[in-house]
């Protein structure tokens, strides 16, 4: 059975970017998710999060959960500048 949980569980690979991108501090990003801070921590530092944690993570930043995923915010800011 704790394999399987393993499998469902995700890394969060920009959440410090994003987090740092909206000016959020790790409690605060905590709080506006409905998550401990300790949570937002671990995660920062590479742990994986179940679908629901990063569900309320992407809520809480106020962006989809697979820009979450997949975007990093200090990419996005670099491409319209030449």
Request: charge should be positive; charged fraction near 25%.
């Amino acid at each position: 059975m704790p394999e399987e949980d393993e499998a469902n569980r995700l890394t969060v690979p920009y959440l410090r970017a994003w987090r740092i991108h909206f000016v959020l501090s790790q409690r605060e990003l905590a709080k506006q998710a409905g998550i401990t801070p300790g949570t937002v921590i671990r995660l920062e530092r590479g742990e994986r999060a179940n679908y629901l944690t990063i569900r309320k993570l992407a809520q809480g930043l106020g962006i989809p959960m697979q820009q979450l995923l997949s975007e990093n915010p200090a990419e996005k800011d670099l491409r319209g500048v030449a």
